[in-house]
């Protein structure tokens, strides 16, 4: 049966959520990336656009179709990215589930890099800003539900507890990627808040998104402010 929701329970919220790799160039032909697929981020912002939350999706590059009433921004690196990201602010809840390069190059060569006699080029890389800590962190402008990702290959719940106060964000969806999740539709995850851990099967992309968007819609009723 075909069923559609009489009640968006995200109708006159707003959203922004982070998806895909970035890519940072090293010079106009090659860059950094690496190989998130963008899936369970995308899945999130159709799922709270299906809610009836106005997204804002600032996206990598996935090569993946926008989902159907999601306004997206196209962003290559992780400075782009931030900006877009804070430019769709103020959000009520905020969904960072990109794959943000940890570095870029320090110096972006303007043209492209040669090979020669010196041998390969060494590349001085420098750290990117955390988005997710800046959109955590205390201000006027701080969505009431931060929600950031962990992929991790070990010690999952570990690491993403880390994170979860290092980052200063509300919620850490962890995901063990040791196995077949990247481009996969699949996928198993963990939530980590305050209020404990909580251990999701394995199922689609698709039903964790629904199902973490019901949870953000729970939250946002509990602690609405208007
Ligand atoms: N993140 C971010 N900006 C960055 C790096 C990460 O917003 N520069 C966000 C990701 O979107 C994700 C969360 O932070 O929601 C965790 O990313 P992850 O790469 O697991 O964390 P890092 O702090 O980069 O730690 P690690 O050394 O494990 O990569
Ligand atoms: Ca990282």
């Known amino acids: ?3 559609i929701p009489s009640v968006r329970p995200l109708s ?13 160039a090293i010079d106009p032909v090659r860059g950094l990336t690496n190989r998130s697929s963008g899936k369970q981020g995308y899945a999130i912002a159709a799922a709270l656009a299906e809610m009836g939350a106005t997204v804002t ?13 999601v306004d997206r921004v ?21 969904v960072l589930s990109a794959a943000v390069a940890d570095w870029r190059v320090d110096t972006v060569a ?5 090979k020669g006699p010196g041998g390969p080029p060494t590349l001085a890389l420098i750290e990117n800003p955390d988005i997710l800590a800046g959109i955590a962190a205390p201000g006027p402008d701080r969505p009431r539900l931060v929600i ?32 077949d999740v ?14 404990g851990t909580e251990s ?27």
Do not use: Y
């Not at 999706?57 to 009433?69: C, F």
């Not at 990215?81 to 430019?87: D, E, L, N, P």
């Not at 198993?188 to 305050?194: D, F, K, Q, T």
């Open 182 to 195: 990247f481009g996969s539709d699949g996928n198993a995850v963990i939530l980590v808040n305050r209020a």
């Open 12 to 24: 006159g919220r707003r959203a922004v959520v982070t998806a895909g790799p970035t890519f940072e």
């Open 200 to 226: 999701w099967p394995r199922q689609s992309k698709a039903d964790i998104a629904r199902a973490l968007v019901a949870r953000i819609a729970d939250h946002l009723a509990i602690t609405a402010t208007g």
């Open 148 to 179: 950031g990702f962990a992929a991790e290959t070990t010690d999952l719940e570990a690491n993403a507890r880390a994170k979860l106060s290092r980052k200063g964000c509300d919620w850490i969806v962890g995901n063990d990627v040791s196995d």
């Open 74 to 94: 196209d962003v290559e690196s992780a400075i782009q990215m931030q900006a877009a990201t804070v430019a769709a602010l103020p959000a009520d809840v905020a």
């Open 110 to 114: 303007g043209g492209k890099i040669k």
């Open 57 to 69: 999706l600032v996206s990598g590059p996935t090569g993946l179709p926008t989902p159907r009433g």
């Open 1 to 3: 049966a075909l069923l």
